[in-house]
């Protein structure tokens, strides 16, 4: 059993569920930070191992027997997918941190999914509470930029000051872009098609 292997395991257990790895460390109740890679090596650079505790939490959480844990940890089943890079919702806003296109190129995370072909996709951590039930804080939704949008679609939009969110999209001309949330308590929102940045589609979400 090598240091890399679990965490590799950890990771392809995470994407199972749809989650990042801090995802899944909520979702088992752990510190967001239990599974990040910075929590993976010592600050005198020895690997650090998680704990059987935090590795029976993620289990639980993820709804997965240890005998499913153990063949993510051989490579089988699970693990497989093209990497993309990964993104949170703060990150996002950062000024020059995506391409005229809407994809970003300042990403240093990636993370595995099956079956997304060659089209160029990112993932993105959903924060908030204004897309739930079906997107909840954590979970991810995979984005295809100069993907055709069109009303009823749910789509990330970042504006011009730099607001990253996810919404459904609603009426739309050439002055103003009305946007949708799921969660009732969030009225919708119209913007001025000259304030947003972009608008890409989302072609697929954890629920």
């Known amino acids: 059993m090598q240091h890399s292997d679990v965490w590799r395991a950890i990771d392809a257990l995470a994407v199972r569920r749809g989650l990042t790895a801090s995802g899944l460390a909520r979702a088992a109740g752990l510190d967001p930070t239990t599974f990040n890679k910075s929590k993976r090596q010592a600050p005198d650079g020895k690997p650090r191992w998680p704990s059987t505790e935090s590795l029976a939490r993620a289990l639980t959480a993820a709804d997965a027997s240890w005998d499913e844990f153990a063949a993510l940890l051989a490579g089988h089943a699970g693990s497989a997918g093209r990497a993309i890079p990964i993104v ?9 941190f995506f391409d005229e296109n809407g994809f970003p190129v300042g990403a240093e995370e990636t993370v595995r999914f099956p079956g997304l072909g060659e089209d160029r996709v990112y993932a993105l951590e959903i924060a908030g509470d204004s897309m739930e039930p079906t997107y909840r804080a954590g979970d991810l939704v995979i984005v295809q930029p100069g993907a055709a949008v ?28 009305e946007l949708l949330s799921l969660n009732s308590a969030h009225s919708a929102r119209e913007l001025a098609s000259a304030d947003i940045d972009w608008i890409a589609r989302i072609v697929w979400a954890s629920q």
């Open 150 to 177: 069109r009303r009823g679609d749910r789509v990330v939009v970042r504006t011009r000051a730099g607001e990253v969110m996810a919404k459904v999209l609603g009426r739309r001309n050439d002055q103003m872009v």
């Open 88 to 96: 949170g919702m703060a990150r996002a806003g950062a000024d020059g």
